[in-house]
């Protein structure tokens, strides 16, 4: 999965490093839940704790979010998906899973993709909430920012951490009507150490899937929001003809924090899926 030989973690220390939390019957089928850049295990706390009476679900946080051991992060490790990829195997085997349902919001769409091609059997299906397998506009490609907006997005993060997740939280909820979850993403936002929200914005916004799309044969359902500005909704229909056992679901919400803004209606989803 890439980066340099190192000696395998123990179960513990994975779950240690991932502030993995486990919810639910231990014979359960699993459910492991993924956050996005930016964010922590909580934003998927109430959707999960929904699926734990009869599934053994697994929340964590990647390195250098949430309550993760922020001593792990290793810009070498985590200059690509593929670092990210690996801890998510990682936690997988620390829980002893096979044939997980893997529900994963934005980056972790294309990080679980990458995890879910180099380990197919701990995987019996994606589901994708606002996924997008590059973020840079391309040749014949849209993906939705240019080289230069990423590029003043991390000088806004070094310039002034707290203004500019005050100016993105209501860009990318695109509620008015749900302030409280805009508050809640800017807290996340803000509170991110500098240094992991510099480095993981350069690697998920400079990243690019496109090319291991076809590799994926894991069964895969791709939610896609309309209205979203980070993964506009064309991306989607690109996504679905490119992943060969993929379905494309249009919610008709606004935003890219569906699963903050309409939990209920991610939930239904994700029960129609299984």
Sequence with gaps: ???????????????????????????????????????????????????????????????????????????????????????????????????????????????????????????????????????????????????????????????NQPSWAASLAPAVTARDDRPEVTDRVRELFATTPQRVAKHFARVVFFSDVRNRLHELTVPSVILQSAGDIICPPHIGAYLHERIPRSRLVQLESAGHFVHLTEPELVVSHIQAAL
């Design 1 to 159: 999965m890439g980066g340099p030989e190192r000696t395998a973690p123990s179960a513990a220390q994975v779950m240690e490093r991932n502030a993995v939390t486990l919810l639910g019957p231990e014979d359960g089928p699993v459910m492991v839940f993924a956050h996005g850049y930016g964010t922590n295990q909580s934003t998927w706390r109430a959707i999960a704790e929904h699926f734990a009476a009869d599934h053994r679900v697994v929340l964590f946080d990647y390195v250098g979010s949430g309550a993760s051991d922020l001593a792990a992060y290793d810009e070498q490790r985590y200059d690509s998906y593929d670092g990210y990829a690996a801890d998510l195997v990682e936690v997988l085997d620390a829980v002893d899973a096979r044939d997980a349902v893997l529900v994963a919001h934005s980056a972790s769409g294309m990080i679980g993709a990458l995890a879910a091609i180099a380990r197919p059997e701990l995987f019996a299906q994606i589901i994708m909430v606002s996924p997008s397998p590059r973020y840079l506009d391309d040749e014949g490609y849209a993906g939705g920012f240019t080289r230069e907006d990423v590029l003043g997005l991390i000088d806004a993060i070094d310039a």
